[in-house]
């Protein structure tokens, strides 16, 4: 079976434009979650979506967004970015909503802002 | 609020030797509790989960972790370090209900030498 799957690998980008990543989850998978990785603040939850609907979401301004589509395929966008969105972007993927379920994580999109 | 602590950003052991990894938790709900491993230029791969049955447990590549509540403490142990171990760890704990989000610490690079 396919592991999660991101897309972009890497990304460069200018403050204040805005950019758009992809996550494509195991097959069979209706849970992705993102999460955003830097050195100085380490491994942080942005949102979780399940069957279209957004579940949960961290403490992140309104400039993340997300989405996830009909066959579970989920995206997110940053608007106006800024120095600080720099980061790899990790997406992860699970069957259910159970907290015990294991989530399993793509290679991440490295986003940096110039 | 749940929290992670992780002792140690690095750790350094000869091939050969015990590996432990210190991990200690904060939560007013029995916490579920993971470690998961990234080695560079990669996603995250689940070691080892808790999810309220065995305090023992067994994870893949021979690693294992305790679960001791009276000790808040969750330590990934595993008896011979090998070259192919060194990557960074991190302990994430979340709980019933919790969904997808997961905390994280801060990790823990660990480099085997020779």
């Known amino acids: 079976k396919a592991g999660v799957t991101q897309t972009p690998r890497y990304l460069i980008k200018t403050r204040g434009q805005q950019v758009t990543l992809s996550c494509s989850p195991i097959?069979?998978?209706?849970?992705v979650s993102w999460y955003q990785q830097t050195p100085g603040q380490g491994l942080q939850f942005l949102f979780e979506?399940?069957?279209?609907?957004?579940?949960n979401k961290g403490n992140f301004p309104g400039r993340f967004s997300g989405r996830q589509f009909s066959n579970s395929r989920s995206e997110m966008n940053v608007s106006t970015l800024e120095l600080g969105d720099s980061a790899l972007y990790l997406c992860a993927s699970r069957t259910g909503t159970s907290s015990t379920d294991t989530q399993y994580f793509g290679p991440g999109t490295r986003l940096t802002v110039l | 609020a749940q929290s992670v602590t992780q002792l140690g950003s690095h750790v350094s052991v000869s091939e050969g030797a015990l590996v432990l990894l210190r991990c200690n938790y904060s939560?007013?709900?029995?916490?579920?509790l993971f470690w998961y491993v990234q080695y560079p230029n990669q996603g995250l791969q689940l070691l080892l989960k808790?999810?309220?049955?065995?305090?023992l447990v067994k994870g893949i590549n021979g690693f294992e972790a305790e679960f001791k509540k009276s000790e808040t403490s969750f330590h990934l142990t595993k008896p011979s370090a090998h070259m192919s171990d060194a990557a960074e760890y991190f302990c994430a704990v979340t709980h019933r209900g919790g969904g997808n989000k997961l905390t994280f610490g801060t990790g823990t690079q660990l480099k085997v030498e020779l």
């Open positions: 939560s007013s709900v029995p916490p579920y």
């Open positions: 097959s069979g998978h209706r849970s």
């Open positions: 808790y999810t309220s049955a065995a305090t």
């Open positions: 979506y399940f069957s279209e609907t957004q579940r």
